[in-house]
Every structure is written in structure tokens, then in C-alpha cells.
């Protein structure tokens, strides 16, 4: 079978033009509606888990909870609606409604009814009273590449999804951070598992007691 040169030329710049087998394509992520939003890196799992870890170290609450899976958001105001605080802190189960009425704000005293404020006003009041969920000490505060090229090791999973295990100075062993990607493209953290906790826990995979 003989091609013209012209079908040759046809078939080599389609070729050159076709993605790789297993590679994705390029598509540009639509705009959210919010400006701050969209400001956001989270192009890589790599520089989305970046941007959860700075905003939470400078207790930027409101956008790390951005940063999370719609899933994961869900699932923290789940378990504040349902006083199980365990989930969201490291509150022991038996002493959860011990700490309910400062954790869950009442609306009146909000001056955002997000939920992502309401986030932001529970982790606030665990720092107070050092109940972190995520203990980041000894973490810098500035966690660009050009500061911290090496965040931990990073596992790509068989369903797409990616996890990094970071050494933190707070832990036996390292911590997990499981990366999704969203829809339109951006990646997001699903799971924050630390030794010895709750696999089936969102966003915190927090120790039982």
C-alpha cells in the first residue's frame, strides 16, 4: 500500500498533534465565580496540598477548607451537626459535648454563615485549646518549591488518585494526604490520615479512642 506524499505529511502532524497514550489532555479549568478561589494553585496534587499546608499553618482556615473535596466538606459539617466532634478534632468522644458550644457557632455571632467559617471557627477554637486535628510543628511557614523542594514521597494510586506520606516532627510515622482530581481539573485533598487512624474518617482521619 503506497501513501501520497501528502497523506504521509496529513498522518505525521496528526500523530504529533494526538496525546500520548494514558495522557490527558490540556483543557482549560472554567472559572468558579469567586476570584480568591481561582487564585488558587491547584494545578498538581503536589501544589494543592501546598496550598492546604500554608493556609492551615497560618491559620488560614477558610481557604484550606477550600482546598478540600466537596465530599470531605460535607463530611466535617456531618459530623459538627452531629456533636461528633472526635472527627474534627482531637476531642476524646466521651468529653465531645464538653466543647460543643464553643466549637459550633451560633449564627447570630457569625459574621459568614459559610460553612467553610464555620470551619474556620472550629479550628480556630481547637488551636486555643490545642485540639488540632493536624499538628504541623516544625513546618515552615513558607512551604514554596523554592523553600521546601521535597514534601514527602509521592504515590499514585490505580484510580487516579495520588497520595503523599510527609514526615511531620509531631508523629512516629509519617502523615497521609490523599489528592483528588475535581472535575474541572483542579486537585483537591480528600484525606488527612495520621499513624494509627480512622481510613473510613473524612477529612480527618482521626485515632478512635
Known amino acids: 500500500m503506497r501513501w501520497s506524499l501528502r497523506g504521509a505529511v496529513t498522518a505525521a502532524v496528526l500523530f504529533a498533534a494526538a496525546p500520548a497514550a494514558g495522557q490527558a489532555t490540556s483543557r482549560p479549568v472554567p472559572p468558579s465565580g469567586s476570584l480568591a478561589y481561582d487564585r488558587l494553585d491547584l494545578k498538581t496534587p503536589e501544589s494543592a496540598l501546598r496550598t492546604f499546608l500554608t493556609a492551615y499553618r497560618r491559620g488560614d482556615y477558610v481557604t484550606a477548607f477550600w482546598v478540600l473535596t466537596p465530599v470531605s466538606q460535607t463530611a466535617f459539617y456531618t459530623h459538627l451537626g452531629r456533636f461528633d466532634l ?4 482531637r476531642v476524646p468522644a466521651s468529653s465531645a459535648y464538653m466543647h460543643a458550644a464553643e466549637m459550633i457557632p451560633a449564627p447570630s455571632q457569625m459574621d459568614q454563615t459559610d460553612i467553610s467559617f464555620i470551619f474556620a471557627h472550629a479550628m480556630t477554637v481547637a488551636r486555643r485549646l490545642d485540639l488540632m486535628p493536624l499538628n504541623l510543628a516544625g513546618m515552615p511557614e513558607d512551604m514554596s518549591p ?15 488518585k495520588v497520595e503523599f506520606s510527609v514526615p511531620l516532627q509531631a ?14 481539573g483542579r486537585w483537591r485533598l ?18 478512635t479512642e
Do not use: K
Request: net charge positive; aromatic share 6%.
Open 86 to 89: 472526635s472527627r474534627v478534632a
Open 146 to 160: 523554592a523553600n521546601m523542594p521535597r514534601l514527602g514521597n509521592r504515590i499514585q494510586l490505580t484510580d487516579g
Open 171 to 184: 508523629y512516629r510515622s509519617p502523615v497521609v494526604f490523599r489528592m483528588v482530581q475535581a472535575a474541572h
Open 190 to 207: 480528600e484525606q488527612i490520615l495520621p499513624p494509627g487512624g480512622a481510613v473510613d474518617s473524612l477529612p480527618f482521619g482521626l485515632p
